[in-house]
């Protein structure tokens, strides 16, 4: 009997023989209905929705609203400025409101007043006045470390330049042009050949007459006509059509949409209309060697090779003019962003020798070295300015514990720190935000309440 079972278990072990039959029980599902599938789109929705408001939070009374005439008075420094509603608006059209920005923990979006802020005001100013910088063009690169405010301080340039009247032009991220996610097409009769994205500029035609409403009063100077600077608009175009309608058209149709981007941009520049405000963010990604995009013969384009960043890079770089004058401002980043030496070599250039604020200590520019590969392409864009065109690099470091004490005091009244603002506090947070950086300071007040 104890072979018999033995035989029976190692039977059962055994694979079945041919042509048996062998019962298998299946598993029976779980009562739980399946969740719905994310539509295509809605997860990159969801993640870069901007929430500018929070009705949970509270109200700051008295808290002032920077507007064309106070946005440079140096008494306000430290102090947290609100944003008027419509400039509000006219920002979320330019996509100049970034989602890693904290604007969902207040009641209504502002911003600090910091040093770097007054001067860039002033910079304004100065260009919209009738003095001798009247008609200036300012060619700026923002540097510094992470989380150090760059965005932001950007933001602030487009605020300005829209309370000003200008026209402003934001492209919001470098890496969405290069990293291959639009259609693009060669520019036909352009040697070297040159790649245009029409999704991309319909998009941006689109930004452009909704976050600049002063266009509906301006209409075109005369019929579009080919040449070689200008391509041929395949569809009419009445002669007194508005300069926003002309934008709406591109927008909504992005075959034409490159076409009438060119012939837009050049009704802009007219010495009759207002200063133009060029913003990039993410300057990285339009330096890198190559794209995400590829030749007929398989190889990478360049950035420099993409119509919309050689128009960009040629402003920056002041090969492009603007004849009412204005600002060309790109921004840097150091938490998304590809490793460019010539870019890091060019900037080293441009800026010089600093000094560590903290420290007190020399810091070295960065310097080229014979075991490096550099793309000459960037030195091109770069470094190619006389004495007085050349760019000018900002560097942002921490807020002075003047500028913290503000913004804290300002967190305090939002109801978003629990703490009696004294020197006890704001040394101890300052000290822990690497000296001042604005959002190590957020992460270290807000961020990591107890």
């Known amino acids: 009997m104890l072979k018999a079972g033995l035989d029976r278990v190692t039977r059962s072990r055994l694979p079945p023989e041919k042509g048996a039959k062998r019962f298998v029980a299946k598993k029976k599902r779980s009562g739980g209905e399946r969740s719905r599938r994310p539509a295509p789109g809605e997860r990159k929705a969801f993640r870069k929705r901007i929430v500018l408001s929070n009705v949970n939070a509270l109200d700051v009374p008295g808290m002032q609203e920077i507007n064309a005439h106070n946005m440079g008075d140096e008494?306000?420094?430290?102090?947290?400025?609100?944003?008027?509603?419509?400039?509000?608006?006219?920002?979320?059209?330019?996509?100049?409101?970034?989602?890693?920005?904290?604007?969902?923990?207040?009641?209504?979006?502002?911003?600090?007043?910091?040093?770097?802020?007054?001067?860039?005001?002033?910079?304004?100013?100065?260009?919209?006045?009738?003095?001798?910088?009247?008609?200036?063009?300012?060619?700026?690169?923002?540097?510094?470390?992470?989380?150090?405010?760059?965005?932001?301080?950007?933001?602030?340039?487009?605020?300005?330049?829209?309370?000003?009247?200008?026209?402003?032009?934001?492209?919001?991220?470098?890496?969405?042009?290069?990293?291959?996610?639009?259609?693009?097409?060669?520019?036909?009769?352009?040697?070297?050949?040159?790649?245009?994205?029409?999704?991309?500029?319909?998009?941006?035609?689109?930004?452009?007459?909704?976050?600049?409403?002063?266009?509906?009063?301006?209409?075109?100077?005369?019929?579009?006509?080919?040449?070689?600077?200008?391509?041929?608009?395949p569809i009419p175009i009445p002669p007194n059509i508005s300069l926003s309608r002309l934008a709406s058209l591109g927008a909504s149709d992005p075959p034409i949409a490159h076409a009438i981007f060119t012939l837009l941009l050049t009704e802009i520049l007219r010495p009759s209309l207002p200063p133009v405000f060029f913003a990039l963010d993410g300057l990285a990604h339009a330096m890198q060697p190559a794209t995400g995009y590829k030749h007929p013969n398989l190889k990478p384009i360049h950035p420099h090779d993409l119509e919309i960043l050689k128009w960009f890079n040629g402003f920056l770089s002041g090969k492009r003019g603007l004849p009412n004058g204005g600002m060309v401002v790109a921004a840097t980043s150091q938490s998304n962003a590809p490793k460019v030496p010539a870019m890091d070599v060019a900037l080293g250039e441009l800026e010089g020798d600093r000094t560590d604020p903290i420290g007190g200590q020399v810091v070295a520019k960065v310097e080229g070295t014979p075991f490096v590969r550099y793309d000459e392409r960037v030195f091109s864009a770069l470094l190619n300015g006389d004495a007085e065109g050349k760019i000018r690099v900002k560097r942002l470091e921490g807020l002075s514990k003047d500028e913290a004490r503000g913004l804290m005091e300002y967190w305090a009244r939002s109801g978003m720190l629990r703490q009696r603002v004294d020197e006890t506090l704001l040394g101890e947070k300052w000290t822990l935000s690497g000296g001042g950086v604005v959002g190590e300071l957020e992460r270290a007040v807000i961020e990591m309440r107890v």
Do not use: C
């Not at 502002?110 to 063009?137: H, N, P």
């Not at 402003?168 to 040159?194: F, K, M």
């Open 75 to 233: 008494s306000l420094r430290g102090h947290v400025l609100r944003l008027p509603g419509t400039v509000v608006d006219r920002l979320r059209a330019a996509e100049a409101f970034k989602p890693t920005q904290a604007w969902g923990m207040f009641s209504r979006p502002g911003f600090l007043m910091r040093k770097e802020t007054l001067e860039l005001a002033r910079m304004v100013e100065d260009i919209s006045s009738d003095g001798e910088d009247s008609g200036e063009t300012v060619r700026m690169i923002l540097v510094g470390q992470k989380e150090s405010g760059k965005s932001m301080l950007l933001l602030q340039g487009m605020t300005m330049a829209l309370l000003k009247g200008w026209t402003v032009i934001n492209l919001p991220e470098a890496q969405d042009i290069t990293i291959g996610h639009t259609s693009y097409t060669p520019l036909p009769s352009s040697s070297p050949p040159t790649y245009i994205q029409p999704d991309y500029y319909a998009r941006l035609l689109r930004q452009i007459f909704t976050a600049n409403p002063h266009l509906a009063n301006h209409q075109l100077s005369q019929p579009p006509s080919s040449s070689a600077t200008t391509p041929q608009i």
